[in-house]
Every structure is written in C-alpha cells, then in structure tokens.
C-alpha cells in the first residue's frame, strides 16, 4: 500500500486518538497517553506550519479537521481527568 499524505495525516490522526484513549484494539482496555497526545497534536501542528500553500485543498481540510478534532477530544479527556481527580476524597 502506497503512503500518501492523507493517509500520513491518518495515521498521526489514529495515533492521537488510541493516546486520548478514546480508540483501542478490540479486547484491549483503552489506554491514556497525555504526553503522547500532546506531542501527536504537535506534530500536525508543525506539519500544518511548515506545510502551508503546498496543500491541496482537500489536504489542508483533512489537516484541520484533524488538528480541531484532536484539541477537542484533548481539552474533553483532560477535563474529565481533572473532574475525576477533584472527586477523589483526600488521603487523611
């Protein structure tokens, strides 16, 4: 199977989302990787910088959709951790 752009952007895309927890293996528990995240988010980030003017329009969409997709899912999973962590009775 030929690697092309798209399926390059996919790809970091699937990563950020198995990261959040929010995709996993069928039979495995999901698993949260922030940092992980971060730096997958990042990364599309640089690409959507360093590849401005050189995309075609259906690229840059995909490109952005993913990166809007990725904060959001971001922001939702880092809320819930700190909701859950606020919930959490303190040790006495």
Do not use: C, W
């Amino acid at each position: 199977m030929e690697i092309t752009f798209e399926r390059f952007l996919a790809s970091l895309y699937m990563t950020g989302m198995m990261q959040l927890g929010l995709m996993h293996e069928q039979g495995m528990p999901p698993q949260v990787d922030l940092m992980g995240a971060r730096q997958s988010i990042d990364t599309l980030s640089l690409l959507k910088e360093k590849t401005k003017g050189n995309l075609t329009p259906k690229e840059e969409n995909l490109l952005q959709n993913a990166l809007y997709e990725l904060r959001m899912a971001y922001v939702e999973v880092t809320n819930a951790i700190a909701k859950n962590a606020q919930q959490v009775p303190a040790a006495k």
